[in-house]
């Protein structure tokens, strides 16, 4: 019999329990724009070493053509970017690619949203990199993944989220169709990459050896049909548009209030709507046949909705929350923006974070990691890199380059 040692525990020190999750994971980052990076962004807030690796004098796009700044910096990289260091490599030269395929043999993942030609262009493909480290993962980001007819075809946010069909059902009743405030079609993709190279690493302690990982926009929006996408595969019923409103639950949508506006969720189960009945002064709902199941009130949606409509004009949005939270009714204030990150409960879990910027001397407020863990007691932020800020200490401490020859390298363009 094979002894189990799962429970074999080392003893826990003060350093063990403050240590985050991916510490000591090296991951050279050649993704752009914000499917990416954003997923690395999430790995390296969980504490692996991202190097980001740019092209030398230009950088990520995001670096520029942006509007709102902070300190002469684009918001939008600034915000994405945050604790990786930025290496620039110059990979259209054998000897930037020398110094990469160098780097690859010290690394743990190698993490990109380049389309296969580019990356075999660049000997920055999986049996390249094997070939190098059997033990390096690699992870594509893209909009249609490495197969298929579309592997070629650019994509964007928008372009995924219309053929993905996540625009066909996003919007008001009988309107146009409206893409998601938040790019899910991004972000989706970058959590869907973050995800797999966890688990790919978590394998990698088992078998010993990397493995390749395609990530694609696309497949990333298929999959949050969940439900819905059910509901077309098993029953053949096609969504449509229900604003904020449910297409299988009511009451379970926004209503305007005299100040603003608040979303309210009865339907889950029953006894939520007997205690919302009573909160608004409408008890005699609960007792009218066409509204006693879900299903009833789903068939009588249209006769419904205006008599709550018309009652949550009466009173303003703090008042009406009060009320519903004391009957214990599952409520929320639509906040805008700003909104929302002065809510109690947001700062109440550090997703509001002050960080220094080092290049103005100031501190900036960024958002907080989402994902905590026992073990890490204390979360770092680091400002996010000036282009090429760690290229010289990355050669130095990681590949043995004096500094003579990072300022020769410098001068000829490779870095």
Known sequence: MVPDTRHDLPEQTEESLDQPLLEGIRILDLSRMLAGPYGSLLLADMGAEVLKIEDPG?????????PLLYEGESIYFLSLNRNKKSLTLNMKDARGRDLFAQLVKQADVVYDNMRPDALKRLGAD?????QLNPRIISCSVTGFGHTGPYRDHPAFDLIVQGMGGAMSYTGPIDGEPVK?????GDLAAGMFGALAVCAALFRRERSG??????ISMLDGQMSLHTYIGGSWL???DIARPFGSAHQYMVPYQAFKTADSYIVVVTSVEERFWANFCRAVGLEELAEEPRFLTNQQRGAHRDELIPLLEERF???????WLARLNEADVPCGPVNTIDRAFQEPQV??????????????GTVMKVIGNPIKVSAQKTERFVCA?????????????LLGYSAEQVAALRREGVV
Request: charged letters at 25%; zero cysteines.
């Open 234 to 236: 098993l029953a053949q």
């Open 209 to 214: 050896y990397g493995q390749r990982i395609d």
């Open 126 to 130: 999986y049996e390249t990199l094997r």
């Open 385 to 397: 890199p000036s282009l090429g800020e760690h290229t010289e200490s990355i050669l130095t401490s």
């Open 58 to 66: 230009v950088g990520d796009k995001t670096r520029t053509g942006f």
């Open 180 to 184: 998601m405030g938040l790019p899910m």
């Open 347 to 360: 700062l109440a879990r550090n997703m509001v974070v002050d960080v220094p910027h080092p290049r103005s």
């Open 313 to 319: 004009l009466a009173k303003t949005s703090e008042e």
